[in-house]
């Protein structure tokens, strides 16, 4: 015959607790924040996205002259324009102006930066507008937001924001906001897709189920999990705005003087400096190109990191 035990003191048999540590899972920003140091692409990014933010932000102090001080005036002559190191005190040459390049270089990452995040945020806020309204009302006012937006997507992106300036005006502001409303149609979207493939999610058919209100679900629910995706979008959106925005001044339509130091009005008066001074032109155009590229590194590794395919690999 067996025997059998007693229970232990208590009088209710409790399961055996584990002995090994508990593992603790992590949240889907530290995961991919994890993946993102061990990614070389995304290191190369943010250390030239970092190296932009510093020279913009710290322009007053690295700059030797200001952004519109013309410093060597009296060393232009009509067909000749001191190059780099043809003058002590001026690194990287002069412009047609007399303007220390290497100042107005530094100083236009900073116009850069500040139209870049500006126009960038206008896009965001107002395609996340359309996008919270679009995916959690849904019926027709979704059909009028999406064709909306269609016809917004329909015109290149460059081209409609060429129009919006030249209609505003020649005014820095004008490019700012030409460039936002250009990025509104792909943030709209993108946060509509997101919130519509979560409607049929576990989480929301509980909250339906307890009886929560469309604004509570879309609001406390549907939009913090769908809103990833839109946040990786506009780290790769800045990148584009720093490119438009060069090329809106390029057009001329970004206002100012002649002699104000943006990395797009450098090189629409260096072009006729090509065969003197070619590096007036492609001293800009790396920065724009290295800016770009940072961005764009950071943004697509970002996007990998979070991707759920790959994100336990």
């Known amino acids: 015959m067996s025997t059998v035990l007693p229970p232990p003191a208590g009088g209710a048999l409790r399961p055996e607790e584990p002995t090994a540590p508990e593992i603790r899972g992590s949240g889907m920003w530290r995961d991919a924040f994890r993946r993102l140091r061990r990614n070389p692409a995304a290191v190369a990014g943010a250390v030239i996205v970092g190296l932009f933010v510093l020279v913009a932000i710290f322009a007053p102090f690295l700059a030797p002259y200001g952004g519109e001080d013309l410093p060597g005036r009296t060393e232009i002559t009509p067909t000749s324009i001191p190059g780099p190191g043809d003058i002590e005190g001026y690194p990287l040459g002069l412009d047609r102006f007399g303007g220390d390049v290497l100042s107005k270089l530094i100083w236009g990452?900073?116009?850069?930066?500040?139209?870049?995040?500006?126009?960038?945020?206008?896009?965001?806020?107002?395609g996340m507008?359309?996008?919270?309204?679009a995916g959690g009302l849904g019926g027709w006012v979704d059909n009028v937001i999406m064709r909306f937006v269609d016809i917004l997507l329909s015109v290149p992106n460059l081209l409609l924001a060429v129009s919006i300036a030249a209609v505003l005006g020649q005014v820095p502001s004008a490019v700012m906001i030409a460039i936002g409303v250009s990025q509104v149609p792909i943030f709209a979207r993108l946060l509509r897709s997101s919130m519509i493939s979560q409607r049929g999610a576990d989480y929301v058919l509980s909250a339906q189920a307890l009886g929560l209100s469309r604004r509570t679900i879309t609001m406390s629910h549907l939009l913090p999990n769908s809103v990833g995706p839109v946040i990786v979008q506009a780290t790769l959106t800045l990148a584009t705005a720093v490119i438009d925005a060069a090329a809106l001044s390029f057009l001329g339509l970004g206002g100012g003087r002649p002699e104000t130091a943006e990395w797009g009005r450098m090189l629409t008066y260096a072009q006729n400096e090509l065969a003197?001074?070619?590096?007036?032109?492609?001293?800009?155009?790396?920065?724009?190109?290295?800016?770009a590229l940072g961005f764009t590194l950071l943004g697509e590794s970002l996007r990998e990191a979070?991707?759920?395919?790959?994100?336990?690999?």
């Not at 507008?129 to 309204?133: D, N, R």
């Open 276 to 291: 003197v001074a070619p590096q007036l032109a492609f001293l800009p155009g790396i920065c724009i190109a290295v800016t």
């Open 109 to 126: 990452a900073r116009a850069s930066l500040l139209i870049g995040v500006v126009s960038t945020a206008l896009g965001l806020v107002g």
């Open 129 to 133: 507008l359309l996008g919270v309204i």
């Open 306 to 313: 979070l991707d759920p395919k790959t994100r336990r690999k």
